[in-house]
């Protein structure tokens, strides 16, 4: 079992900057990758960011391209989303992930551990 707490949300103004966490804890393996999604109200929840454990490799999604930045520090067993140019369409529910392997899927069903979610509100 992995246990995954995601923190570091809050309300910022559009153009402005947040930084979220999230630590593992429990069977972290060296082959896990991680990845952030979002879920805003009424929408389904969507792939944002991803990256392997092993590489460092790194996934977005087209719309947070240039935008944040996905790290990971695994003498930590954290992962962080540095998030920059806030807009309001950023405004949702951010989750972490976790699932065993080398690739990052974009699919909500491919990952077997989530945190809480920590929300993540932009006011224009």
């Known amino acids: 079992q992995v246990q995954l707490v995601e923190s570091g949300g809050g309300m910022v103004q559009a153009g402005g900057s947040l930084r979220l966490s999230c630590v593992a804890s429990?069977?972290?393996?060296?082959?896990?990758?991680m990845g952030w999604f979002r879920q805003a109200p009424g929408k389904e929840r969507e792939f944002v960011a991803g990256?392997?454990?092993?590489?460092?490799?790194?996934y977005y999604v087209d719309s947070v391209k240039g935008r944040f930045t996905i790290s990971r520090d695994n003498a930590k067993n954290t992962v962080y989303l540095q998030m920059n140019s806030l807009k309001p369409e950023d405004t949702a529910v951010y989750y972490c992930?976790?699932?065993?392997?080398?690739?990052?899927?974009?699919?909500?069903?491919?990952?077997?551990?989530w945190g809480q979610g920590t929300q993540v509100t932009v006011s224009s």
């Open positions: 429990g069977r972290t393996a060296s082959s896990t990758s």
């Open positions: 990256i392997t454990r092993s590489l460092g490799s790194t």
């Open positions: 992930a976790a699932k065993s392997g080398y690739v990052v899927p974009k699919t909500v069903g491919a990952y077997d551990y």
